[in-house]
Each structure stands twice: as structure tokens, then as C-alpha cells.
């Protein structure tokens, strides 16, 4: 029998990052290669996942509990849990968003503005038809480009253009942003800050609340081959193995640069690079 530990205690959470969620156990993908897929998983493995959660008494926290439980302010009873969708996967609502409705699960969903409407991803509709009592819909960027690497007036750009098109689509706010690629630096984040978002979801590992608090959300990302064994080490709140292999990875990510890294990252994957791959997963 699995045992939790003592993390993420009370009022306290972990969050999740999804990508796509695809209806069968496998799915084409056209060129895209490993490195834009991994964070894929099938729906029935996204479903047996959502089970695990429930068996695990760990509560889906929405926009204003979320807030709430970083601003120390009314914390829910009980551990929590935050769901995250980034980029804009057709799958994400397609799939994913009708399982998370059937249990009254809440949700974040981050869309990259210039990815809607093409080929496997939600287009302007999409959007719309996410319930906003359940989902909460942020920004991804633009472009997916890696902001670490990117002039301020870059950065600026990507972080305003999209939250104007994202509010135009929808008709209401939107104050939530999730960096891409986890290129986040303190510049990124204060820009981020100026910019309009008030929670910004990072790729830090750790329970929440943070030391950055809403500015510095931590999350894990889920992996098609992520173990149930795993996850419910995660949901324990035991993320030892991959703060460990997060710290060896820092040093060649801020040597070489999150754009550079990334490249290497699909050569060792053995991938070309060209135009196919169009955004940093």
C-alpha cells in the first residue's frame, strides 16, 4: 500500500502540466518529432490518471482557489491539485476537457495565440466552448519562442499581443500566463508582472505555495511514459528524482542558452531541425 508523505500538505498543492490528450493509444502526429510529443498521452491513460487523483482525496483547485491558496488567504481544507494544459492541443479540449467536466474537475488551459487554428490545434471555437465555471483560459505566448533568450521589447510583445487577442476572443480577462518552454528568468517574470498576469505558471519542481508565490508557480510535467508508480509518488508529493535530474540539467540550460539547448536537445533525439518543428514543447 502506498503511503503519502507529509507534502503537499494542508492548503498546500501540486500542479500537473499536460499537452495533448489524443482519443486512441496511438496517434500521427504527421512530422512532429519526439521532442514536441512526449508530453502526450492517450485518454485512457488520462482517465486512469484522473481516478488516481480521486483515489488519492487531492482536490482540483480553480482560478479563485488557487489564488486563495497562494495568497494564504482561506486555504482549502485538505491537500490540492492544479491541472494544466499548455499550448493549445485540439486533444486538451477535445478530450481532455470533457473528462475533466464529467467529475466537475477544474482546470487552466494556456493557449499559444499563434498556434490557433492550425493543424492539431483548438481553434477560435475551441476556446469558446470551455466552460469558464470550470476551465480558466491564460496565455502561452505567441510564438512559443524561448523568452529567456529574447530582447525585453520581445518579450513585451509576446506577453501583450497575446493576452489583447486571447481578451478579444473571449470577451473577459485573462491574468494568467504560462512561460514557455520553462524559459523563465527574473527578468521574463517581472515583464510577465507588467505585462497584466497576476499568476504565472513556471517549470520550477515543488509543492506550492513557492517562495515566488503567484509569480512563481511550480509544476511537473506529465509524460506519456510517466508510471502510475510515478505519479503517485508525485501526488504523495515526493519529487526527489526530478529535482535531482532538474539540477543537473540547469548547468548546460544556462550555459548554452534555453534556444541552443533545445536544438541539441532534438539532434540527441534524433531529430531534424527544421521548419516542422515549429514550437519548443
Known amino acids: 500500500m502506498y503511503t503519502l508523505t507529509a507534502e503537499p500538505g494542508e492548503g498546500r498543492f501540486l500542479a500537473l502540466v499536460y499537452h495533448d490528450v489524443h482519443p486512441g493509444e496511438a ?3 504527421g512530422r512532429l518529432g519526439r ?6 498521452i492517450s485518454e485512457r491513460s488520462f482517465r486512469s490518471q484522473l481516478d488516481m487523483i480521486e483515489s488519492a482525496g487531492l482536490r482540483c483547485l480553480d482560478d479563485s482557489a488557487t489564488r486563495r491558496c497562494l495568497a494564504g488567504v482561506g486555504r482549502p481544507t485538505g491537500r490540492g491539485i492544479v491541472l494544466c494544459f499548455d499550448d493549445g492541443w485540439r486533444g486538451a479540449v477535445a478530450c481532455a476537457a470533457p473528462a475533466l467536466a464529467e467529475r466537475g474537475m477544474a482546470a487552466f488551459f494556456f493557449f499559444t495565440t499563434g498556434l490557433i487554428g492550425r493543424r492539431f490545434f483548438a481553434d477560435r471555437d475551441d476556446l469558446r ?8 483560459i491564460g496565455s502561452h505566448g505567441v510564438s512559443h519562442r524561448m523568452l529567456s533568450d529574447l530582447s525585453s521589447a520581445e518579450i513585451r510583445a509576446e506577453l501583450v499581443d497575446s493576452r489583447r487577442r486571447l481578451e478579444d476572443l473571449l470577451s473577459r480577462p485573462v491574468r494568467c500566463f ?15 508582472a507588467a505585462a497584466g498576469y497576476d499568476l504565472i505558471f513556471t517549470s520550477a519542481l515543488a509543492i506550492n505555495p513557492t517562495a515566488s508565490g503567484p509569480r512563481g508557480i511550480a509544476r511537473i510535467g506529465v509524460r506519456r511514459d510517466t508510471s502510475p508508480a510515478t505519479l503517485r509518488r508525485w501526488l504523495g508529493g515526493d519529487l526527489r ?13 544556462r550555459v548554452l542558452g534555453m534556444r541552443t539547448y533545445t536544438r541539441l536537445r532534438r539532434v ?14
Not at 527578468?187 to 510577465?192: G, N
Request: aromatic residues 10%; hydrophobic residues 45%; glycine residues 6%.
Open 241 to 253: 528524482r526530478e529535482r535531482a535530474r532538474a539540477a543537473l540539467l540547469a548547468v548546460p540550460k
Open 178 to 192: 504560462s512561460v514557455p518552454g520553462g524559459a523563465a528568468d527574473r527578468r521574463v517574470l517581472e515583464i510577465a
Open 268 to 281: 540527441l533525439l534524433g531529430e531534424a531541425v527544421g521548419r516542422e518543428h515549429f514550437f519548443d514543447p
Open 35 to 40: 521532442s514536441a510529443t512526449m508530453y502526450h
Open 129 to 136: 466552448r470551455l466552460d469558464p465555471a470550470l476551465f480558466t
Open 27 to 29: 496517434f500521427d502526429y
